[in-house]
């Protein structure tokens, strides 16, 4: 039983790391729209030349 559970103990962290690029994979396409929609965001209310 010792033995089982110390392989199990093992495979748990290896287990965690594989998930770890798919934990922050979301915050780049996150972080791209914030980026995005900033840019728009000045260049909308950034006063145009046509303006009197």
Do not use: F, K, N
């Amino acid at each position: 039983m010792c033995i089982r559970d110390s392989t199990h103990t093992v495979s748990a962290p290896a287990r965690r790391d594989l998930m770890r690029p798919l934990r922050y994979a979301w915050r780049v396409p996150l972080l791209l729209l914030h980026v995005v929609l900033g840019v728009l965001c000045l260049l909308y209310t950034s006063p145009s030349p046509r303006d009197p």
